[in-house]
């Protein structure tokens, strides 16, 4: 595997735990539109990374998909209105290991995730001045491995790995012809990987030992 010379990351479960925050989006609207229903964090858990569009299949296969689509759009309104103020658990190192790392590297972030939740993250994380740019599903309504295609293209990226922590992510990161880096402390578990990392710090220490 070549040196790299820019890191993708994924959001959700690699650089921070937002599940409660998200669960707390859904619960909210349902109460607005009197379902009797609550999504709970381990409701969420194994759907984290997920494509909006199967998302709402899995957590709404009561609704037609027009119904199930706006009930998802009104969550990430609400989501995007909350996250400034109930935000996300980082996980240790991250932060610091971005500043490190952006003094030596490229770095972006990739995530299937609405539109506007990654400036949000951003700015919660403090991680501003280090992220060159971003790229969320909600912007085009594509996969992973399409919108790693969009920031190697935009970009210029030569050698481009793309750090995660769901199988889904591995399988998402080959399409697109590129290493796939798996994070332990994550969501998901895969054996599909090229590097295994199972702390943000000993990430940043290899990266910066390259």
Known sequence: MQKPDSLIFDMDGTLWDAVD?????????????????????????????????????????????????????????????????????????????????????????????????????????????????????GENGMPKHHNMGVLIDKHNLKNPVYIGDTNGDAEQTHMAGIPFIFVTYGFGKTDNYELRFDSFDELTEYYIGL
């Open 21 to 137: 925050t998200y669960a707390n989006s859904w619960n909210l609207v349902f109460e607005k539109m009197d379902i009797k229903r609550v999504i709970g964090r381990n409701d969420l858990m194994g759907l984290m990374g997920m494509e909006g569009k199967k998302l709402t299949k899995v957590l709404m296969p009561d609704f037609d998909e027009d119904k199930a689509q706006g009930i998802y759009m009104d969550v990430n309104e609400t989501r995007r209105q909350i996250l400034p103020t109930s935000g996300g658990l980082m996980y240790p190192g991250v932060t610091a290991g971005m500043k490190q790392l952006a003094s030596k590297y490229k770095l972006f972030i990739l995530s299937n995730c609405a539109v506007g939740i990654i400036p949000l993250f951003i700015k919660w994380a403090g991680v501003a001045d280090y992220i060159t740019d971003f790229i969320a599903y």
